[in-house]
């Protein structure tokens, strides 16, 4: 079974431009969760989806973010302009659907952003 | 305040020493679960145990065990005869639905560095 998978592995752009990072699940699970590790800080959740809509986006840090999940399957991540705060690693996770928070969330291997 | 704590930031060991990572939690709820993870250098997540908070058993899998404790708010982390290729970050997280709904809050990572 294909595990979560992140595309790009890395990405660099200038301050103001626009970055789209992509994640598809395990095949089968609902939940769909976006992360971010700044600077060597802790893991901090962005969003949570369950299936294609929007769980909980208490963790999304401003409106020049925008993740979109059409059809419940793979996510994107838009950050729009992007700006030098916003550099980091970027981690999706997913899980089976369970109503609780019991279930495992498997991570992919991240986006590593740099925003010069 | 810190919900998940990881008090060690780095911690060096040299090759065949057993190491312990200790992790304290802080929650409301009376129904939560911990986990660790490993990130690699690599850099991908990945899933080391999941205990749920009316377990309190110690688990062994090989090399590592794990010492669940509620009266103390801890899951340490033991890696017994430690080896190069346990070198990574690990970090210990938190799952408390009412608290937090479904997302993982983590604590800041320790970096374990095994010398060979």
């Known amino acids: 079974e294909a595990g979560v998978t992140q595309f790009p592995s890395h990405s660099v752009i200038e301050k103001g431009q626009t970055v789209t990072l992509r994640c598809d699940p395990i095949?089968?699970?609902?939940?769909l969760y976006w992360y971010r590790r700044v600077m060597g800080k802790e893991i901090k959740f962005l969003l949570h989806?369950?299936?294609?809509?929007?769980?909980?986006e208490s963790g999304m840090p401003n409106n020049r973010f925008l993740a979109e999940r059409t059809g419940g399957t793979y996510s994107t991540l838009k950050v729009q302009p992007a700006e030098l705060e916003d550099s980091g690693v970027y981690f999706c996770?997913?899980?089976?659907?369970?109503?609780?928070?019991?279930?495992?969330?498997?991570f992919g291997p991240g986006t590593r952003l740099l925003v010069l | 305040a810190q919900k998940v704590t990881q008090a060690q930031t780095e911690i060096s060991v040299v090759e065949k020493e057993d190491v312990t990572l200790d992790c304290v939690y802080e929650?409301?709820?009376?129904?939560?679960?911990l986990f660790w993870y490993k990130q690699p250098p690599s850099g991908e997540l990945v899933f080391l145990i999941r205990?749920?908070?009316?377990?309190?058993q110690n688990e062994i899998s090989g090399r590592y065990s794990w010492n669940f404790q509620k009266s103390t708010s801890s899951f340490n982390f033991t890696i017994t005869a430690s080896q190069v290729v346990d070198s990574a970050v690990y970090f210990c997280?938190?799952?408390?639905?009412?608290?937090?709904?479904?997302?993982?809050?983590f604590g800041a990572g320790t970096i374990l560095r095994v010398k060979s």
């Open positions: 929650t409301r709820d009376t129904t939560y679960y």
């Open positions: 989806f369950v299936k294609e809509s929007k769980q909980d």
């Open positions: 996770a997913s899980s089976h659907f369970s109503g609780s928070s019991k279930e495992t969330q498997y």
């Open positions: 205990r749920n908070s009316f377990d309190e």
């Open positions: 997280a938190l799952s408390a639905f009412m608290e937090y709904g479904n997302k993982l809050v």
């Open positions: 095949s089968g699970h609902d939940n």
